[in-house]
């Protein structure tokens, strides 16, 4: 049973963690201009930037593999996106955005 899953399990690998990538950087860097934004500090998001690198290398490390890996990254994903729902909750957004003033 586990060698049928395996098989599987590979034409769907790449694709997946492509998407799931693409769908972690989105989320993140969408948080990542929420925060510079309100706090107009880019130290603040590099400091952002530099921990979302050490956390994804030391959470999906080489242990991590397969599907495996692939459950664990859709998990984060789904995450940071409730995150991002959440601050856009707070903050009120999902209008349409207003001008600042200068």
Known sequence: MARR???LSYPFFLP?????AIAA????RVLMVRVCD???SLLV???MHGSYIT???LAF????TGMLFLVCNGVFVT???LVVAVVAKRAGLGGVPTARAP
Do not use: D, G, I, N
């Open 16 to 20: 997946v963690y492509f998407l799931t």
């Open 5 to 7: 899953l395996r098989w």
């Open 45 to 47: 998001a590099v400091l």
């Open 79 to 81: 995450v940071l996106w």
């Open 55 to 57: 956390s994804t290398l």
């Open 25 to 28: 950087l989105t989320a993140y």
């Open 61 to 64: 490390s080489p242990p991590t």
């Open 38 to 40: 309100r706090t107009t």
